[in-house]
């Protein structure tokens, strides 16, 4: 167990429709990341949050948005859904200290289909 | 730019064999950080090492062991007397000095192992 805590494991959902997904660092660490696996684009980094503000962007599409809240939880919200938005979603935590990278621990995941 | 190569799909190997997993990296950064992880068929990502670029020594631990060439950009991964439990995508990652947002994954390595 790594720590990190995602719910829900599973959603299902309609095109065109908006799910969020929430994500529960590991105790300690101020830094969450979004990461999106799926069988053609593999594990894409889509946005890093830190201590509340935004970090880093990656793939991340317009029609999702993140926020990480005071208590450092965080959530995705994934908008106007379509078929090719199913897919893995992992978030991640770390410690992110002055002297260099830490590792990442992540999350069980969110197995997100879109019908 | 930075990337990670892991060319081989997919590998099965009998139990007790030994088994490699190749993986090279590009990157401009000169302090980087290499990690690999294993996600096993219930989808979590477990995180198994991060090695800086300034450390070329080889780790083992246990049955694993990690083999970092900078001359060749490599850093890959060998399982001695691999088992069923084994059975895992093995993804390989790079990320930079600063933070690690912009930490980049293989497309991952699917090991079988036969009984």
């Known amino acids: 167990d790594s720590g990190v805590t995602q719910t829900p494991k599973h959603l299902i959902t309609a095109t065109g429709q908006r799910v969020t997904l929430r994500c529960s660092p590991r105790?300690?660490?101020?830094?969450v990341y979004w990461y999106q696996q799926s069988l053609d684009q593999g594990l894409q980094f889509l946005i890093q949050?830190?201590?509340?503000?935004?970090?880093a962007k990656g793939n991340i599409l317009e029609r999702f948005s993140a926020q990480q809240f005071p208590d450092l939880h965080s959530e995705l919200n994934l908008s106007s859904l379509e078929l090719g938005d199913s897919a893995l979603y992992f978030c991640?935590?770390?410690?992110?200290?002055?002297?260099?990278?830490?590792?990442?621990?992540f999350g069980p995941g969110t197995r997100l289909t879109v019908l | 730019a930075q990337k990670v190569t892991q060319a081989q799909t997919e590998i099965s190997v009998v139990e007790k064999e030994d088994v490699t997993l190749d993986c090279v990296y590009e990157?401009?950064?000169?302090?980087?950080?290499l990690f690999w992880y294993k996600q096993p068929p219930s989808g979590e990502l477990v995180f198994l090492i991060r090695?800086?670029?300034?450390?070329?020594q080889n780790e083992i631990s246990g049955r694993y062991s990690w083999n970092f060439q900078k001359s060749t950009s490599s850093f890959n991964f060998t399982i001695t007397a691999s088992q069923v439990v084994d059975s895992a995508v093995y993804f390989c990652?790079?990320?930079?000095?600063?933070?690690?947002?912009?930490?980049?994954f293989g497309a991952g390595t699917r090991l079988t192992v036969k009984p």
């Open positions: 991640a935590s770390s410690v992110v200290g002055t002297s260099g990278t830490n590792e990442q621990f």
């Open positions: 105790s300690g660490d101020l830094s």
């Open positions: 949050y830190y201590n509340g503000e935004e970090r």
């Open positions: 990157t401009r950064d000169t302090t980087y950080y």
């Open positions: 090695r800086n670029s300034f450390d070329e």
């Open positions: 990652a790079l990320s930079g000095r600063y933070n690690n947002n912009d930490m980049r």
